[in-house]
């Protein structure tokens, strides 16, 4: 019996159920040679699909060739946006709706709202005036990549959850060991060592500091926690990363000795040496140094051989943060920032820094991967399967802090192949140039002074002034007037205590046009300061 709901008086519903055997018994009765002149619809009853607010495949494409138009329009014209945010705060939010719309809207709709209110709370990080903070750059490669890693919604945690998400990462991050001229016991074929595509280079340090930590305690503090004598050391310019990593890690933030640096802001050798006897002696416990290449105030670099040497004659867990410069690795001349790296127990750069993969993307090395996963690993029975048991595969899962993980590696595989090794090291080579050629003109201009070495991409300046209060004051009050401008935007640090300007060159789209125009800006805020 085909049964029919009284929705009102004109509209019938009939369950899908009953239109299908309906479907089946007219079918058979034209195979048995009746003639039904009058279809379905014809007998007026409404095929009604099973009920569904899924964006159908069709408007899916459609929509998604307007967004794709829409990032590309926007890149066109991003130089035309004040590059730092004018949005006060709470003003996007004010244009919200208070609450969640009951019915879904149209998506056009909701592509206008991106125009209509989230630009202006937008900070152009890929506009080619940006030079604050270290770059978080992009490319239409990476993009295309993410997109695709999102078009297959995989979720990579064990080799069996996608064997390609696994093993294109693999292979990708053996490609750039010999690519950044990393040492042979990172790569996956090593026997002991490999790589991991991880969210950020906080999340690499951590790793690393808890694998050092088990190391040091033959994995008593995994089952019992920490009695408060590991300690670990950095220098005074290392990223705040470590100190929060101490932190997470249950090794107290006291417990981070944070070593002296020199007149270039690079760790002191002969100081960590010394700090380590001294807590030695203490009755501590030295695991694990974290050395710097590039740091992020000044792109200061540690002197790497000489702190692996002290970690070898103590077997502490050496981890080489690289995030920003690492990328500089990839051009045969800049490798001597890596000297050293060779003893490193770990290493991470973040391709989403300066090497055109977007955020995020983390690549994190170990030289023995043993720790690492004997750190990490927890195998609960619903994760159990043949592949893992077989000891053939790698199940990334074990690598890093969370279970799930998406499969990252697409877009830095799109990266490599788009530029290849030759375009890659053009634009870092190009990176570099435009920031020595900035460096250059501050060096020529006697109002302004370098606050430390520019050794690759970024420089560090302020203006002189004879009294330092009026200095810190005049350099605050350009860095405010030039980013308020909305022509380029610039962040600042202390080194030696004093407010300092910093200038990083690593936009995708940075040509020699914008640093032009941004030394031509600050000579005139520096001309218009004079005057005020
Ligand atoms: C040297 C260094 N290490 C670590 C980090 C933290 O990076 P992430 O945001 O990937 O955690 C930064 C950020 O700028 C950095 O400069």
Request: net charge neutral.
């Amino acid at each position: 019996m085909l049964k029919m709901t009284r929705l009102n008086s004109n509209t019938r519903r009939v369950c899908f159920t009953d239109i299908c055997n309906l479907r089946f018994v007219i079918c058979n009765l034209r195979a048995l040679g009746f003639k039904l002149p009058i279809t379905n619809h014809k007998l007026q009853i409404p095929m009604s699909e099973p009920k569904s607010f899924h964006m159908s495949t069709e408007e899916f494409r459609r929509q998604g060739h307007a967004v794709v138009d829409w990032i590309a329009d926007y890149h066109s014209r991003i130089e035309g946006f004040p590059v730092l945010s004018r949005a006060q705060p709470g003003e996007i939010r004010s244009k919200l709706p208070p609450n969640a719309p009951e019915q879904g809207e149209a998506f056009d709709q909701i592509l206008g709202d991106i125009e209509r209110v989230i630009l202006p709370g937008i900070t152009h990080w890929q506009s080619p005036n940006f030079y604050a903070y270290f770059p978080a750059n992009a490319s239409g490669p990476a993009i295309l990549g993410d997109l695709l890693s999102s078009g297959l919604g995989v979720q990579g945690m064990l080799w069996s959850t996608s064997p390609a998400c696994t093993e294109l990462e693999t292979h990708v991050l053996d490609w750039l060991v010999p690519m950044l001229g990393l040492p042979q016991k990172f790569l996956s074929t090593s026997g002991t060592g490999g790589g991991v595509i991880q969210d950020t280079a906080s999340s690499a340090s951590l790793c690393a500091l808890l694998a050092a930590r088990e190391r040091a305690t033959q994995l008593a503090s995994n089952r019992k926690g920490c009695d408060g004598r590991l300690v670990a050391y950095c220098s005074t310019q290392t990223h705040s990363s470590i100190e929060k990593a101490m932190k997470i890690a249950g090794m107290g933030s006291d417990n981070l000795r944070q070593i002296e640096v020199d007149e270039n802001f690079a760790m002191r050798p002969e100081a960590l040496a010394r700090q380590i006897e001294t807590d030695i002696k203490a009755g501590l416990i030295p695991c694990f140094v974290c050395a710097t290449v590039g740091t992020t105030s000044s792109n200061a670099i540690d002197p790497v051989r000489e702190i692996a040497r002290i970690c070898r004659d103590h077997k502490l867990w050496l981890h080489v943060d690289s995030a920003m410069s690492g990328t500089a690795a990839l051009c045969p001349e800049f490798r001597f920032i890596h000297d050293g790296v060779e003893f490193a127990d770990s290493y991470c750069f973040n391709p989403h820094k300066w090497m055109f993969t977007n955020f995020d993307c983390n690549v994190f090395y170990v030289a023995d991967r043993k720790h690492l996963i004997q750190t990490l690993s927890v195998l609960p029975e619903y994760l159990r399967n043949q592949a893992t048991e077989s000891g053939a595969v790698i199940d990334y899962r074990d690598w890093h802090i969370q279970l799930g993980r998406r499969f990252r590696s697409l877009k830095l595989w799109f990266v490599i192949r788009h530029y290849g090794i030759e375009g890659l090291q053009y634009h870092i080579r190009e990176h570099v140039r435009l920031a020595q050629q900035f460096a250059g003109w501050v060096r020529d201009d006697s109002r302004f002074e370098l606050a430390a070495p520019a050794q690759l991409n970024l420089v560090c300046f302020r203006l002189r002034a004879p009294d330092r209060a009026d200095q810190d004051h005049a350099n605050q009050l350009m860095m405010e007037r030039l980013n308020g401008s909305g022509d380029l935007y610039l962040t600042h640090t202390k080194l030696d205590g004093k407010f300092t300007l910093r200038f990083c060159v690593g936009q995708t789209n940075t040509q020699t046009r914008h640093v032009e125009r941004a030394w031509q800006r600050i000579q005139e805020e520096t001309g218009m300061l004079g005057n005020s």
